[in-house]
């Protein structure tokens, strides 16, 4: 199945610079970046906090089990797991260089299965048969995501997989944050000692 029949839709994340502003509309809301995303995590500490001067339709705005799928190299994929984050009053605006995948069909597919399978598999393998590195621009489109297979087995086999990614994932996001302390760390150490600011 593709991508296109097993999602209710398909778009592309918001455009800030056709946006209008509104004097009246003043608002605190969180962007992902591709560094938001690890391991299909979206890491809540590594949203960007931005002031917005216009209201921004809720189809830009992050929904429990969307799939997110940034446009450049190296092509990321991510979702929120968690559901605090969406019962908060954080606005996560998802920006126009991510394809949103919504409305994932229930029946046939477990999202946190389909987040994996297009990060570690099917996007690659749609960007080799595709030739999509021949490109001048090797940007994919919303074409590309929409067309992109789906293997086809069962939702048991998924929610099996699913458990064990979810695991290894969190591990994953969790020895990364660290690596990035470890450097903090040592960057202000270097500093304390060279007294300059590195």
């Known amino acids: 199945m593709l991508v296109k029949d097993a999602f209710k839709e ?3 994340g918001y455009n800030m610079t056709n946006s209008l502003s509104n004097d009246r509309y003043l608002k605190e809301c969180y ?3 591709k560094d938001s995303i690890q391991y299909t995590n979206i890491i809540e500490q ?20 969307d799939i997110i799928i940034s446009l450049k190299k190296p092509y990321k994929v991510g979702t ?3 559901m605090n984050l969406f019962d908060s009053d954080k606005t ?7 394809i949103i995948l919504r409305g994932i069909n229930m029946d ?5 299965f389909v987040a994996n399978y297009l990060e570690k598999i099917g996007i690659n393998q749609y960007v080799e048969k595709n030739k999509i590195n021949d490109r001048m621009n090797k940007e994919l489109t919303l074409e590309d995501i929409k067309n992109i ?11 099996k997989i699913s458990k064990l990614l979810n695991k290894i994932n969190d591990r994953s996001a969790i020895y990364s944050t660290i690596l990035e302390n470890d450097d903090q760390i040592i960057k202000f150490m270097l500093n304390e000692v060279i007294g300059e600011k590195i």
Do not use: C, G, H
């Open 149 to 159: 297979e789906l293997p086809n087995i069962s939702k048991d086999q998924q929610k």
């Open 92 to 98: 996560i605006i998802i920006p126009n260089n991510f």
């Open 31 to 33: 962007f992902i970046q």
């Open 10 to 12: 398909v778009l592309t």
């Open 108 to 112: 046939l597919y477990s999202f946190i």
């Open 80 to 82: 929120y797991r968690f």
């Open 46 to 65: 590594k949203l960007v906090k931005k002031k917005v001067i216009t209201e921004i339709k809720n189809k830009y705005i992050m929904q429990a089990r």
